[in-house]
């Protein structure tokens, strides 16, 4: 799999089209305004600044498990998440890339 950074970069919105209740959980299924054409199950994405893991990836959706633990020390736990609503999405770098397309100065 390999080390995975996160720039803080905003890749585009996603809109929540779905939310169901998983254990103590959430499962959130997410439609974002660009291709995931380059995501696979199990690949990080970042919503509203918290990593999530893709469970199920999509031409343009994609479904992560929100677990007790992120509702608890994040936004999520905090805002009103509802279907419709719209949230910032970037995603992890191998960090082979992030040497490339940031070198040190």
């Known amino acids: 799999m390999g080390i995975y950074m996160f720039t803080g970069i905003i890749e585009g919105l996603g809109t929540i089209a779905a939310i ?30 918290a990593c999530l893991t893709a469970v199920e990836i999509g031409s343009r959706r994609f479904v992560a498990d929100v677990s007790p633990e ?13 279907r ?11 960090t082979a890339w992030t040497a490339i397309w940031f070198p040190a100065i």
């Open 20 to 49: 169901q209740a998983s254990g103590k959980g959430r499962r959130l299924t997410v439609t974002a305004d660009f291709d995931l054409l380059h995501s696979r199950v199990g690949d990080s994405i970042a919503v509203n600044g």
């Open 70 to 82: 992120t509702l608890d020390r994040t936004t999520f736990g905090k805002v009103r998440m509802a």
């Open 84 to 94: 419709g609503s719209i949230w910032n999405v970037h995603f992890g770098y191998p």
